[in-house]
């Protein structure tokens, strides 16, 4: 089994920052990518940032040049860092780790339950 799971959500004034966390835990071999997805009410879920099994980073346009995605691969951890958060940055963000795990060889997406990020004054 693999368990993702998200912390470090919260409510932030706009213009503040948040840094949150994802650990991937259980019977892994390897993990690929990494990456953060957010979804508003609403809203599909969409790309946030992603760091690649090469250590090569992918930024949505809308939070491009506001948020650092950072990654310790001996911890099985993937953060980001959230600055100059704007109100529309509010959603549920859902870590996504690309895992090949000893019971199940075939490359496989794991998602977290989600931590809430609420921007507001």
């Known amino acids: 089994q693999v368990q993702v799971v998200e912390s470090g959500g919260g409510l932030v004034q706009p213009g503040g920052s948040l840094r949150l966390s994802c650990a991937a835990s259980?019977?892994?071999?390897?993990?690929?990518?990494m990456g953060w997805y957010r979804q508003a009410p609403g809203k599909q879920r969409e790309l946030v940032a992603e760091n690649t099994n090469g250590g090569r980073t992918n930024y949505g346009d809308s939070v491009k040049g506001r948020f650092t995605i950072s990654r310790d691969n001996a911890k099985n951890t993937v953060y980001l860092q959230m600055n100059s958060l704007k109100p529309e940055d509010t959603a549920v963000y859902y870590c996504?780790?690309?895992?090949?795990?000893?019971?199940?060889?075939?490359?496989?997406?794991?998602w977290g339950q989600g931590t809430q990020v609420t921007v507001s004054s």
């Open positions: 259980g019977s892994i071999f390897s993990i690929y990518s």
């Open positions: 996504k780790a690309e895992v090949r795990s000893f019971s199940y060889l075939k490359i496989t997406d794991y």
